[in-house]
């Protein structure tokens, strides 16, 4: 009994410290637990600290760099003035609706909005939506793209497979009726903006009721606004120069696709609208304005919550040209009078076209540039001021001063030298002679000045001759075989382009043409070409432009100088309305080369130019000019050409005529070139041209200065 209680009571002594081991480990685990929790506690307060205070810059700009982006919008560009500070060209400000897509837009996203434009804003269905744009349209409802997809095999998702579902679209589907058709047109536009980029919706004929339907409705219309766009325009009595100021692209056509790179690395955006011909592109740079910058506030689904200007902009640097338009205007009308009246009169039933450009020969400036085009068999003309310097004619005698530098550069002629005027008999040729000794029944010796006054055709030839070192001496001739005439022909050439005549001349736009100068490998014996060189001589040959012909006799004017000619002749920053500021740069003569002549040369070309006005030969060649109101020296030039008609050749003639006036103090340099004319009572139009336009412009500036 008494071992059975001691066992008993063994037994629950065991149980008892059992139970009060466990009770011992209980509190040591919480305590650890605990401890482990403070000590995790502690840690999360010491990082939120660290990221707070010492890392909180930092990270508040990671948050706002995801949450705010930064873009760029096109402000106006800069104005073109002509010489007076009379606007040429402008922006008409448009208020506009604007859209800026937002991030993770769907096609759906944008047909929805669209759809709801549609019904707060008149739009004009876009004539130019094609079959595609139609089928992106329809596509860009899920169900409906879900449907073409499903008729699409297999193969053709797997090789190309959005042009696969559009394939499958039907025309019943997209046979859409007018308010469709507004609904895909504002998709169109909408859909062609990238993320975070503006475009217009509607920037023309917006009233202020849609405005204040768009401002109302804004929180509505995901990326929707109101800004202001502009609208390039040549002032309507200054379109004469049109064509010449270029064009601007559209917000639509953006960059010129074929310059799209160049531009990007410039900075610009694809749809920035920039200048794509003539003086706008030539001047793009400066005519561009600083770019607009905004911030837009992106919520956490990618859609935009606010759009914030940081940064105006500024509106681009604006032109002053060295053209006065008044001026400009006169010298459009005198040349479309007499140019039609040629028309009207049959003179100019296979003429082309006809020019006229002036030049400050001081400074290189224009002074006026004119053109029209005339299409065979029409009575009407059009403007077409680039040709002056895109299209190139064959300029007859007006470019033999640069044929006597030839002869004095390489030797061969010797100052005011004596030349027996003759026929050039050459054997297996007809003979080459002057105008107005055809047949040797005027034969007389001439010298070099004499020469311009009468325009020997045969003193140039002998130039020539001399250049291939042939003396002619009045007996029939062969002259060396074409390959053997290649040094002179680049002795002739040389004198020319000293002058502009075959080289570039500078003026400041885009593509300038140097006309046709056959190369001498192209030229062959079999072709009958071996007396080409000596056509080149009295400018029968090689095709020059109007802007290098005026540059030619600018450069007599100037004293041999070449200037380089040039358009704008300052760029001015903007006043606080936008229009002509302080004057940031003023665009100074540049000269190309100075002739290679002697001062007794250079006096002998300038006094055979001035005889040919003066002079009381009885071939003195532009006595028209005498009763001008100012003494003007001139070359004139006749060009014999044939044109085919049916089959059949007919003879006409380019009339050209180079001038410079006043003779003592040249201010003006003037070249006319009217095209392929036929019929001997047509009179010398080149100078009443000429006439007209020096007579207008002394009544104009000198007139009023005395």
């Known amino acids: 009994m008494q071992k059975l209680k001691k066992m008993f009571s063994d037994t629950r002594q065991t149980e008892n410290n ?74 008409n400000p448009n208020p506009a609706i604007t859209f800026t897509r937002g991030l993770n837009m769907t096609a759906e996203d944008l047909l929805e909005l669209a759809e709801e434009l549609v019904t707060l804003i008149a739009i004009e269905i876009d004539e130019n939506l094609t079959q595609r744009d139609l089928k992106d349209t329809w596509l860009a409802r899920k169900e409906n793209l879900e449907a073409a997809r499903d008729r699409a095999s297999k193969e053709a998702l797997a090789e190309n497979e959005y042009q696969a579902i559009v394939d499958q679209v039907t025309d019943e589907e997209i046979a859409f009726d007018d308010q469709a058709l507004k609904v895909a047109t504002v998709f169109k536009r909408l859909n062609s903006a990238q993320e975070l980029t503006t475009i217009f919706v509607k920037n023309q004929n917006v009233t202020d009721q849609e405005l204040a339907i768009i401002a109302e409705r804004s929180s509505d219309l995901p990326g929707i606004s109101t800004g202001m766009d502009w609208t390039r325009e040549v002032v309507e009595e200054n379109s004469s120069l049109q064509s010449i100021i270029g064009k601007v692209s559209t917000e639509q056509q953006g960059l010129p696709a074929d310059e799209v790179e160049a531009y990007l690395a410039k900075g ?46 500024e509106k681009g640097d604006n032109l002053v040209l060295s053209i006065n338009a008044e001026f400009q205007q006169k010298v459009d009308e005198i040349l479309q009078k007499n140019y039609q009246k040629l028309i009207d009169d049959g003179f100019a039933d296979y003429s082309p076209g006809a020019y006229v450009v002036a030049i400050n020969p001081k400074t290189g400036g224009v002074l006026a540039l004119s053109g029209y085009y005339h299409e065979v068999g029409s009575k009407e003309i059009q403007e077409d001021a680039i040709g002056i310097y895109k299209k190139a004619f064959v300029p007859g005698s007006v470019v033999k001063a640069a044929t006597l530098t030839a002869g004095w550069n390489n030797g061969v002629l010797n100052g005011n030298e004596e030349l027996y005027d003759q026929p050039i008999r050459l054997k297996g040729s007809n003979p080459k002679a002057s105008i107005f000794n055809p047949d040797g029944r005027g034969n007389r010796w001439i010298d070099a000045r004499k020469s311009l006054e009468i325009s020997s055709n045969s003193y140039m030839i002998q130039i020539a001759l001399r250049l291939l070192g042939i003396e002619y001496d009045g007996s029939e001739i062969y002259v060396p075989s074409v390959p053997e005439q290649k040094e002179a022909y680049e002795k002739l050439r040389k004198a020319m382009a000293e002058y502009g005549m075959g080289a570039v001349t500078g003026i400041d736009l885009p593509g300038e043409e140097i006309g046709i100068q056959t190369a001498v490998k192209y030229l062959s014996d079999a072709n009958y070409d071996g007396g080409k060189l000596l056509d080149l001589a009295f400018g029968q040959f090689d095709t020059y432009t109007p802007i290098q012909l005026a540059q030619y006799v600018a450069t007599i004017a100037n004293d041999g100088v070449r200037l380089q000619p040039h358009l704008v002749q300052a760029i001015y920053a903007n006043d606080e309305e936008g229009k002509l500021g302080q004057l940031k740069e003023s665009l100074q003569p540049i000269a190309l080369n100075e002739v290679d002549l002697t001062a007794a040369e250079l006096a002998i070309i ?84 000429t006439k007209e336009i020096m007579d207008v412009y002394y009544d104009m500036f000198m007139n009023k200065a005395e």
């Open 268 to 313: 610009y955006a694809r749809n920035d609208r920039v200048g794509t011909s003539f003086l706008e592109k030539q001047y793009e740079s400066v005519l561009q304005g600083t770019k607009a910058q905004q911030e837009i506030a992106i919520n956490y689904s990618g859609g935009i919550e606010a759009i914030t200007e940081t940064y105006p902009g």
């Open 18 to 91: 059992a139970k009060n081991k466990v009770k011992s480990h209980i509190p040591f685990r919480l305590n650890l637990l605990f401890f482990v929790i403070f000590g995790l506690f502690v840690a999360l307060i010491v990082q939120l600290g660290y990221l707070q205070i010492i890392n909180g810059d930092s990270l508040q700009a990671k948050i706002t760099a995801s949450s705010v982006r930064k873009i760029e919008t096109s402000t106006p560009r800069g104005m073109i003035y002509d010489a007076t500070g009379k606007v040429l060209v402008t922006n």
């Open 606 to 689: 300038q006094d055979g130019f001035r005889d040919v006005v003066t002079g009381t030969d009885a071939n003195t060649t532009g006595t028209m000019l005498q009763n001008s109101k100012m003494e003007i020296s001139a070359k004139t030039g006749t060009a014999e050409m044939t044109v085919t008609d049916n089959g059949k050749l007919l003879d006409v003639e380019n009339l050209n005529a180079v001038s410079y006036a006043p003779t003592s103090d040249p201010e003006i340099a003037l070249a006319v070139v009217i095209p392929q004319l036929r019929g001997e009572k047509r009179g010398y139009p080149n100078l009443t041209i």
